[in-house]
């Protein structure tokens, strides 16, 4: 059972429109989570955090949104580059650094 | 990604042989983890250390893997007797302290397993 889930593999964005990455979660317990950017052959990269303390996280064009209520959050990208084509990991930290990730999707910025 | 090195980044082995794959963490961190990615799945945990200590085994196979963090030199993971299933992206990361407290994690350029 999938403890954090992205349900769409796969998003495609026109370069400069908004993308938005969706990731659901079933353990409430814990309430830190990440997201990182990774491509073919690369290690994943950092992108952007939240704890449950704040809804929102905002780092240049990169916003995390939180809705605690229905274990939801949401990455939104913009404006959307071609540069930011990539598979998009949600992680959930299950205390201490044992991060739980989503399925990942797949993001496409068309010029 | 900065700061993180694995080595090497491909090793090719025939089942049987051992798979050493090398990981010298951040500087300043002192907490490492091992991640695997399997072909078309996400990354799963596998352990995590501090030097010297092994915190949390629960994602590591029960036989024929092993991981070590010592006090000098860096975190070795070790696939015995390796099969083709062993075949996939290890990555590790490093974080300065806890995740969660303000810290974060930050990941290696992974190491490839081929098994043949």
């Known amino acids: 059972d999938q403890q954090v889930k992205q349900n769409s593999p796969s998003l495609s964005v026109q370069e400069g429109r908004i993308s938005i990455l969706n990731c659901d979660y079933t353990n409430s317990m814990f309430d830190y989570f990440l997201w990182y950017k990774k491509y073919p052959a690369e290690g994943p990269t950092f992108l952007i955090s939240?704890?449950?303390?704040?809804d929102k996280n905002e780092d240049g064009r990169f916003t995390v949104f939180l809705n605690k209520s229905a274990k939801h959050l949401s990455l939104h990208i913009v404006p959307s580059q071609p540069g930011d084509s990539a598979v998009y990991f949600c992680?959930?930290?299950?205390?201490?650094?044992?991060?739980?990730f989503g399925q990942g999707t797949e993001l496409s910025v068309k010029p | 990604n900065a700061g993180v090195m694995q080595n090497p980044r491909h090793l090719v082995r025939r089942r049987g042989q051992e798979a050493r794959l090398r990981c010298s963490p951040m500087k300043g961190h002192s907490h490492v983890y091992w991640y695997r990615q399997l072909p078309e799945e996400g990354l799963k945990f596998m352990v995590y250390?501090?030097?010297?200590?092994?915190?949390?085994e629960s994602g590591m196979p029960k036989e024929r893997f092993s991981a070590e963090f010592p006090k000098e030199g860096p975190s070795i993971l070790r696939i015995q007797q390796v099969v083709r299933g062993d075949s996939a992206a290890y990555f590790c990361?490093?974080?300065?302290?806890?995740?969660?407290?303000?810290?974060?994690?930050?990941f290696g350029e992974g190491s490839w397993l081929t098994v043949v």
């Open positions: 992680a959930q930290d299950n205390q201490g650094g044992k991060l739980i």
């Open positions: 939240i704890s449950s303390i704040k």
């Open positions: 990361a490093s974080s300065p302290g806890p995740v969660g407290s303000g810290n974060t994690i930050y």
């Open positions: 250390l501090q030097k010297e200590n092994i915190i949390d």
